[in-house]
């Protein structure tokens, strides 16, 4: 199971400079479409061989004066209910404020394991300032600076120290894993409610333990799946519930937690950057996808133009990722909810495929060769063989050709594109490399 960091902390104390420097150890994903840009907020850090999510809670916050404080502060406890641990970021120039005082409090109460960090401190003479912090009452403050990451390989070890290696809980690797995400009043809770009854004593409910179980495993309708953190979507906290900070963190969870993602989206509402969002987690963590449109019940006009609109707003705006099923369905009236279960798993099963070398390379070469990669600056790229690698988490082709380095972009999507058109992959992301041969 994987663990969530968050850090938090007032505007400028250096949040976002911490966070760049912390998910640097690995790869970012840059994506330039439109409402991404939140992607900032959340991304992962390796460090000793040892994977945890980072979210800087600063990407979150309504910039706007009188409920700004409110705000972050509302951040902070969602943060305590829904990380592993909390960094709380202080500034060594500015010292310790009123604001700090009230989050210490917060934390203090909190039995996660915080750890209070003071920025800035640029040079060893300046780690004396950092001392004043100790008055909040959070331990010892470690010192860094997130501009020049002096201090930060310390603080990493300290942190995994502190951080308990989630219960690794055993369940069926043959049995899928359903996560359902998506904004608040999507109708999520509606949808578990319909999947498995109104039966209260499926999920036992007692605070502060619906974290140590994250999987509820079920048999319905003639299907065997897990659903990820069902407890914590039933568990709804009056005070945070509406924020889109909660609704992120929850998702996190979830989607890391899952292999297939079932996104709900609110026909009333159509697809917003919350959505989008989401999406983008999953996107992020290489799951798969099923969409359903809930609230179908609400539409009036059903007919099938309505429909293909939809499909085609839906699909646009999360291209290129486009080979996904959409589900018109309703939690309510438990319309296409048979149908939203049968295609999770069909979903699931595509993620599992692994197609043979002799047939790939019988169906991809002759593709190839009517549509070859262009030749650049006079050199013919010639493409050899394919084959599936075996064991990974999503299903994974790789292309062997003498000059990988001049196929293009575009070539590559060709080449996922044909996988998909002659084996059924709908809902799942794969890869494709091109490697020297
Ligand atoms: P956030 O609002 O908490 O996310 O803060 P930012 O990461 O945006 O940083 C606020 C300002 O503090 C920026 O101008 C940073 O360059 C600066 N800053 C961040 N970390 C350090 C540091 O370790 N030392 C110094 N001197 N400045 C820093
Ligand atoms: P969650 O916040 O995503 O868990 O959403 P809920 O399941 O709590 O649903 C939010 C609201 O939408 C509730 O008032 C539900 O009764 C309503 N709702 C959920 N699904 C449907 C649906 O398919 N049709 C209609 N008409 N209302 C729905």
Redesign the pocket.
Same mark, same amino acid.
């Given at each position: 199971m994987a663990n969530l960091v968050a850090i938090v902390g007032r505007p400028n104390v250096g949040k976002s400079t911490l966070f760049n420097r912390l998910t640097q150890t690995r790869h970012a994903i840059v994506s330039d479409t439109a409402g991404t840009t939140r992607d900032r907020q959340y991304g992962k850090c390796q460090w000793n061989g040892r994977e945890f999510s980072v979210v800087d809670t600063g990407g979150w916050v309504v910039k706007s004066d009188d409920i700004f404080e409110d705000a972050i502060r509302k951040q902070v406890l969602v943060a305590t209910e829904e990380a592993d641990l909390v960094l709380f970021l202080v500034d060594t120039e500015t010292g310790v404020t009123d604001w700090d005082e009230d989050v210490a409090m917060i934390l203090r109460r909190t039995k996660l394991p915080v750890l209070l960090v003071a920025n800035k401190v640029d040079n060893s003479g300046e780690s004396y300032q950092a001392a004043e912090f100790y008055k909040l009452g959070l331990g010892d403050p470690v010192c860094i600076s997130a501009a020049t990451g002096g201090g930060t390989g310390d603080l990493l070890d300290l942190l995994l120290e502190r951080l308990k290696d989630a219960p690794d809980e055993t369940v069926d690797q043959d049995i899928p894993r359903f996560a359902v995400v998506?904004r608040?009043? %999507?109708?999520?809770?509606?949808i578990i409610n319909a999947f498995i009854g109104e039966d209260r004593n499926i999920v036992t409910e007692i605070a502060g333990t619906t974290r140590d179980s994250i999987y509820t495993r079920y048999n319905k309708f003639g299907f065997d799946f897990y659903l990820v953190d069902t407890a914590g979507?039933r568990r709804k906290n009056k005070v945070t519930e509406d924020l889109e900070f909660y609704s992120v963190m929850r998702s996190i969870r979830s989607i890391e937690n899952s292999d297939v993602c079932i996104l709900?989206l609110d026909a009333t509402r159509g697809i917003e950057a919350q959505d989008m969002n989401i999406f983008q987690l999953i996107q992020r963590n290489n799951k798969s996808l099923v969409v359903v449109v809930?609230?179908w019940?609400?539409v009036e006009d059903k007919n099938q133009k309505v429909i293909d609109t939809f499909e085609n707003a839906i699909r646009k705006r999360m291209a290129p990722f486009v080979d996904f099923p959409i589900i018109f369905a309703? %939690?309510?009236t438990k319309q296409r909810i048979f149908k939203v279960l049968e295609t999770a798993k069909e979903v699931y099963q595509n993620r599992k495929r692994h197609i043979g070398t002799t047939k790939l390379n019988e169906v991809m070469l002759p593709i190839i060769e009517a549509t070859p990669p262009q030749s650049v600056k006079g050199k013919y790229i010639k493409i050899k063989y394919c084959s599936q690698l075996p064991n990974t988490q999503i299903p994974s082709f790789v292309f062997y050709a003498n000059l990988p380095q001049y196929v293009k972009e575009q070539y590559r999507r060709f080449l996922e594109n044909k996988i998909r058109e002659n084996w059924n992959l709908h809902g799942c992301p794969i890869n494709v490399f091109v490697r020297q041969k």
């Open positions: 998506g608040p009043n %999507a109708g999520k809770s509606s979507i709900m809930n609230k019940d609400l309703s %939690a309510l």
